[in-house]
């Protein structure tokens, strides 16, 4: 079914969609700095597993490597998904790479198609970025709790294409049509919570076939940039257990860890 696509973001429409509404606290704001920042402030406040927050227009909002990530309102849908894990869990190792593969898994089961997995934490396909992931975590009361900031571009704005300095593209490209952000926001705060269950019981490695599958530069020659050191290059040779991407290089394996790292074909 044909839905507008640009409808307001709406709780009520969020918490019609959802399987079990009363998992989730949603806040959904017109603007804000950023959601992870608030999101990350309230988990100091004790906000409980399944807190999210929603807006339409960030004014600081944060990708990886100190990048503002761009959204256009009615166009993007960003927001934050906040989760505490079981105490005495180490921490989340490849946890931006399980995510990958939940976000993924909903987009194609609302008819994306092509989707691909950048290490460590973009969403593409056809070579062109849909979307980004940026987790942050904090120790409170001896857990661990993440932060999971996405953005995905729903449709692309001229204004935003044009000041994005890498190839960019949105859902309704690769879609039958562009899909309901209402619909989609509450299909992907269910596949959150689904992956974190599992990830909490198997951690990466339950993922790790998964994102291998849909890795965008499977057995391709890569350069790892990362600022004030050297590239680094050679072929990728997938993931380690822990989220690491492992590298042949021309001196051997290398294990990259995620970090200030930028990944880029050769």
Do not use: Y
């Not at 402030?41 to 597993?49: G, K």
């Not at 704005?157 to 309901?180: N, Q, R, T, Y």
């Not at 269950?197 to 990362?226: D, M, Y």
């Amino acid at each position: 079914m044909q839905v507008n696509s640009s409808e307001p973001l709406s709780i009520q429409a969020i918490a019609a969609a959802l399987a079990a509404p009363e998992r989730f606290s949603i806040e959904l704001l017109d603007s804000c700095e950023s959601t992870s920042t608030l999101l990350l402030d309230r988990a100091q406040q004790d906000a409980p597993s399944g807190s999210a927050i929603v807006c339409e227009r960030q004014t600081a909002g944060r990708g990886r490597r100190g990048r503002n990530w761009l959204s256009a309102p009615g166009d993007s849908l960003t927001f934050s998904f906040l989760w505490r894990f079981p105490a005495g869990m180490p921490p989340p190792a490849g946890l931006s790479l399980a995510v990958g593969v939940a976000v993924a898994r909903v987009l194609e089961g609302m008819g994306a198609a092509g989707v691909r997995l950048k290490w460590p934490n973009d969403i593409l396909a056809g070579g062109a970025k849909l979307g980004g992931i940026l987790i942050e975590t904090l120790t409170s009361g001896g857990r661990h709790v993440a932060v999971i900031g996405i953005g995905l571009n729903v449709r692309l704005p001229e204004a935003i294409a044009s000041a994005i300095d890498a190839p960019a593209g949105a859902l309704d490209a690769v879609m039958p049509f562009a899909p309901s952000r209402n619909l989609l926001l509450a299909g992907l705060l269910e596949g959150l919570a689904e992956m974190i269950e599992t990830f909490g019981q198997a951690g990466f490695p339950g993922f790790i076939e998964e994102w291998l599958a849909r890795n965008a530069h499977a057995g391709q020659q890569v350069r790892i940039l990362a600022e004030g050191a050297a590239p680094i290059e050679g072929r990728c040779a997938g993931v380690d257990a822990d989220g690491a991407l492992l590298l042949e290089t021309a001196t051997g394996l290398r294990r990259i860890v995620s970090g200030e790292l930028s990944l880029r074909p050769k």
